[in-house]
């Protein structure tokens, strides 16, 4: 049973020399990131996951992101400048593909048309200079296309990157003329069929696919996709952009199952468009979701659709369904970490600045997901699972939130023999057994006063690896 009054109790009754170190202390009240949690004793990065790290659970939109900040456009910027430096045998610098991709006019790129065509036509010195690399490639004929088809790509932007904010009712939206992109779509096709490289026929291909898309006609977007599918060889990025406007096509037409599936894809397969992909991600009714599951082909498909869905909304129900399909399934560590700091919002007090105030530090056991611990504990006596210490870990901390000390031991003690080398587990285990000392903790006693000393000292440590949450566990 947890002795509520015995840390009081402690504070009331501590020596000087822990005064000492509280005073160092001190300065770690509120030094956590408010940003991603307010109160949490549980590191997500235990998982050893960094491609997951977006989705550890946080008070942002996504973990370790600056307020309003979305980078999924540069990082697709980057995928497309790296493509089309493969495109050119990585003999055209990325930095003067920079330029002419994402910062040059329409008239420098018919500039530069006419002047590979004739060197004497007149070009600018910044011009020149900025792409010198690819004015210098040898293959003239290809820079040409790449030209071509750059030009058309800059022509098909005010129509297809339109997005209207909540600022600009009175702007004048380009999707009206609706002449103008049906002209560009009839073009986009004949490029796309006379053009030679099958790379830029798949950007073509791409092009089109979002104007049909930005004009409203989903079902041509659709079926237009479906049938050029063979041009995209290699599933570069631009067959994914396709494929999501696809994807969008679908849930405007109210096809949630297929769009759900398609973005369960993308979230997949396309590392550039994760985040985009998940932001999309809706499941609707039950019998949506069963359709979506019913379209996935294999068990990895069925793991990823599971997967989005415990990030969206349930990640107990969802590990126990991936489980089911493949214990040894790469897409349950994130849902297990994330499950544990959603569950710590219910069962450690004073969440937020919000939160009715209490008086007592104990941790709430009745408030411990007993889905999420009975699920931690089979899957850490099976053994079946890739990251069997993080089990292990997880079992012993919520055995630990809900008193029953010795169990935790036992668990955090296996978690701590399968993960020798991993410093930040093991300061998890160490600082998870400080807890308990505190939370044990009966009586005044010299030898425990000393003892709490040095744990103190080494959990303020500015060793301690900082992902671990040694600001929260000792304002505890």
């Known amino acids: 049973m947890k002795k509520q009054t015995s840390k009081r109790f402690l504070i009331l009754t501590i020596s000087a020399s822990i005064l000492v170190v509280t005073g160092v202390i001190m300065a770690c009240a509120g030094g956590d990131d408010f940003g991603d949690f307010f109160v949490s004793f549980f590191a997500p990065e235990t998982s050893d996951n960094e491609s997951s790290a977006p989705f550890y659970?946080?008070?942002?939109?996504?973990?370790?992101?600056?307020?309003?900040?979305?980078?999924?456009?540069?990082?697709?910027?980057?995928?497309?400048?790296?493509?089309?430096?493969?495109?050119?045998?990585?003999?055209?610098?990325?930095?003067?593909?920079?330029?002419?991709?994402?910062?040059?006019?329409?008239?420098?790129?018919?500039?530069?048309?006419?002047?590979?065509?004739?060197?004497?036509?007149?070009?600018?010195?910044s011009l020149r200079r900025k792409i010198s690399s690819l004015l210098a490639y040898p293959d003239k004929a290809l820079t040409k296309e790449f030209l071509f088809y750059l030009g058309y790509a800059k022509r098909c932007e005010p129509y297809a990157t339109y997005n209207p904010g909540w600022w600009s009712y009175d702007e004048t939206d380009p999707r009206d003329d609706k002449i103008s992109m049906e002209n560009l779509i009839d073009g986009g096709k004949r490029a796309m069929i006379n053009a030679k490289t099958s790379f830029i026929k798949a950007r073509y291909a791409f092009q089109v696919s979002r104007l049909l898309f930005q004009y409203g006609n989903y079902e041509e977007c659709i079926s237009f996709f479906n049938d050029n599918k063979p041009l995209f060889q290699g599933k570069s990025t631009a067959y994914y952009r396709a494929l999501g406007y696809v994807a969008a096509s679908h849930y405007k037409l109210e096809n949630f199952s297929e769009a759900n599936y398609i973005y369960s894809l993308l979230f997949d397969k396309?590392?550039?468009?994760?985040?985009?992909?998940?932001?999309?991600?809706?499941?609707?009714?039950?019998?949506?979701?069963?359709?979506?599951?019913?379209?996935?082909?294999?068990?990895?498909?069925?793991?990823?659709?599971?997967?989005?869905?415990?990030?969206?909304?349930?990640?107990?129900?969802?590990?126990?369904?991936?489980?089911?399909?493949?214990?040894?399934?790469?897409?349950?560590?994130?849902?297990?970490?994330?499950?544990?700091?959603?569950?710590?919002?219910?069962?450690?007090?004073?969440?937020?600045?919000?939160?009715?105030?209490?008086?007592?530090?104990?941790?709430?056991?009745?408030?411990?997901?007993?889905?999420?611990?009975?699920?931690?504990?089979?899957?850490?006596?099976?053994?079946?699972?890739?990251?069997?210490?993080?089990?292990n870990l997880v079992a012993g901390y919520l055995n630990m939130?809900?008193?029953?000390?010795?169990?935790?031991?036992?668990?955090?003690?296996?978690?701590?023999?399968?993960?020798?080398?991993?410093?930040?587990?093991?300061?998890?285990?160490?600082?998870?057994?400080?807890?308990?000392?505190?939370?044990?903790?009966?009586?005044?006693?010299?030898?425990?006063?000393?003892?709490?000393?040095?744990?103190?000292?080494?959990?303020?440590?500015?060793?301690?690896?900082?992902?671990?949450?040694?600001?929260?566990?000792?304002?505890?």
């Open 270 to 391: 396309c590392k550039p468009m994760k985040i985009t992909a998940f932001k999309s991600f809706h499941p609707q009714e039950d019998s949506d979701w069963e359709g979506a599951l019913a379209l996935a082909s294999d068990c990895r498909e069925k793991e990823v659709l599971w997967h989005m869905l415990g990030i969206y909304a349930d990640p107990v129900r969802a590990m126990n369904e991936i489980y089911k399909l493949n214990p040894n399934s790469e897409f349950l560590d994130l849902l297990l970490v994330r499950a544990v700091n959603i569950n710590e919002e219910y069962f450690i007090p004073n969440q937020d600045y919000w939160s009715e105030k209490s008086d007592s530090y104990a941790l709430v056991a009745r408030s411990v997901d007993d889905g999420l611990l009975e699920l931690a504990e089979k899957v850490s006596a099976e053994g079946k699972a890739d990251k069997i210490y993080l089990w």
């Open 57 to 125: 659970r946080s008070m942002r939109q996504f973990y370790g992101e600056e307020p309003n900040y979305d980078n999924s456009i540069s990082v697709m910027d980057t995928a497309n400048i790296n493509e089309w430096t493969r495109f050119f045998g990585r003999k055209v610098e990325m930095c003067d593909l920079n330029y002419i991709v994402y910062k040059s006019e329409i008239c420098e790129i018919d500039t530069s048309i006419f002047y590979i065509k004739n060197s004497t036509y007149p070009m600018s010195h």
């Open 401 to 476: 939130a809900k008193g029953n000390f010795d169990k935790s031991d036992i668990y955090l003690s296996k978690a701590e023999l399968l993960a020798q080398n991993d410093i930040l587990v093991n300061e998890q285990i160490h600082s998870f057994r400080i807890m308990t000392k505190v939370e044990r903790y009966s009586k005044t006693e010299p030898s425990f006063e000393k003892d709490l000393t040095s744990e103190l000292k080494w959990l303020r440590s500015e060793s301690r690896n900082q992902a671990l949450r040694k600001c929260s566990i000792y304002d505890w």
